[in-house]
């Protein structure tokens, strides 16, 4: 069984059907994949790819729990994204300020170790 990103990567361009065999629809169309090609996948790599649900899904049917699936992982997926981008901000800022306290150090002691070579020159 295939890999389904696989199947689909540019690699693969001839294999997965852009070749004109009506597996894809035009973006005027609004893009995606035909029934055509959506069977075709599924032969290949044994997924069972389902048309989307375009429309109003009425309530309760499993379209409209099929969007609503869709929506929650996408949602939990950006939320996972955010949550990571809060922890690499924190640590960025914590990195910052542990740098700025270090470079006053240095200075600190630049300046003590220039004062006493001064002392010892001026006595």
């Avoid at 959506?38 to 429309?55: E, H």
Wanted: net charge positive; aromatic share 8%.
């Amino acid at each position: 069984m295939l890999n389904f990103k696989k199947f689909i990567s540019e690699e693969n361009l001839e294999e997965r059907g852009a070749d004109g065999k009506g597996h894809y629809r035009s973006t005027e169309k609004g893009a995606g994949l035909t029934q055509k090609g959506r069977d075709a996948i599924n032969r290949k790599t044994g997924s069972t790819l389902k048309p989307p649900v375009t429309g109003k899904a009425k309530a309760g049917s499993k379209d409209a729990g099929r969007r609503k699936s869709f929506r929650e992982r996408s949602w939990d997926r950006m939320n996972k994204f955010s949550a990571k981008l809060d922890i690499i901000e924190t640590k960025c800022d914590d990195n910052a300020r542990t740098v700025h306290t270090i470079n006053k150090l240095f200075w600190v002691a630049i300046v003590a170790i220039g004062s006493a070579i001064a002392a010892q020159v001026w006595m």
